[in-house]
């Protein structure tokens, strides 16, 4: 995850620093630590804002194809309903279902609908002036390793944080979020619904219960932008989620997955309609 390899690089600055710091007169180290610990904290700030916070749909779908369950049709949003999203906020919130929609086809190799979910984020992401990030180049990439799923991940995750970082960098941190939320509701759906009676599927309460923590942080990381009506609007639709997890201990019963897949069906009929 590139928040780990973020935690690498601001230790590897600050061991920089306190070492040139050392070979410096005592009558300016400290003026000296001091700018440093400014460019850190600023480097720190930078990173955070940049980075995809939250595990992308590609790595939690992966974990359903390491389960071995099968692809499920027409459960994924149809590519047609990009023409009802005219707002930035749909748009945002949809790019995100769609990024879980490309992500489920390209993982489970069904190529037509990786090409159709290519198309539909294409559209939204013009409308976002995101167009250089969804290209043919990406899909060249995806086709040349359809068969190596590790590979994939690492193309469609860097696409995600590009996305993620585009946004952020050009102060529409609050759709950069829509776009997290979109996928994590859409992954979750997918997720409850790779089985016609997902919560018989072995391994599947695992999935749905590591994704808890990634809801608690999508929660916690929205707080400063709490006054966005966009994303206040987003948060208040998650009320559902938000209780059905906090009655929720460290193990997942049938009627705790049930619970939640039906939460998450709300949730999600809501964002795609």
Not at 210 to 219: A, G, I, N, R
Request: charged share 20%; glycine share 4%; net charge negative.
């Amino acid at each position: 995850m590139k928040k780990i390899i973020a935690g690498v690089v601001l230790s590897t600055l600050i061991i920089s620093f306190s070492y040139l710091t050392s070979c410096k007169s005592c009558a300016t180290k400290k003026q000296e630590v001091k700018i440093e610990k400014m460019q850190v904290d600023t480097i720190e700030k930078q990173i955070e804002k940049n980075v995809y916070p939250l595990p992308t749909s590609a790595e939690v779908i992966k974990m359903l194809t390491d389960l071995e369950v099968g692809y499920m049709i027409g459960i994924t949003n149809p590519k047609e309903n990009t023409q009802k999203y005219f707002s930035s906020t749909t748009r945002a919130i949809n790019l995100g279902v769609y990024g879980a929609d490309l992500s489920y086809a390209t993982l489970y190799n069904i190529q037509q609908e990786v090409i159709n979910y290519l198309d539909a984020i294409r559209s939204l992401s013009n409308e976002l002036n995101m167009s250089k990030i969804y290209n043919e180049e990406l899909y060249e990439k995806i086709k040349v390793n359809f068969d190596n799923r590790d590979v994939l991940v690492k193309i469609l995750t860097g696409a995600f944080n590009d996305t993620y970082s585009y946004l952020s960098e050009n102060d529409q941190q609050p759709l950069a979020l829509l776009v997290v939320g979109g996928a994590w509701v859409e992954g979750m759906f997918l997720t409850t619904h790779v089985s016609e009676a997902a919560y018989q599927v072995a391994g599947i309460s695992r999935v749905l219960l590591e994704q808890k923590k990634s809801f608690e942080l999508f929660l916690k990381i929205t707080q400063p932008y709490a006054n966005d009506p966009s994303i206040s609007d987003f948060v208040k639709l998650l009320d559902p989620v938000k209780r059905v997890y906090e009655g929720i201990g460290t193990s997942l019963t049938d009627q705790n997955i049930k619970d939640i897949t039906k939460v998450i069906d709300g949730v999600r009929n809501q964002i795609v309609q």
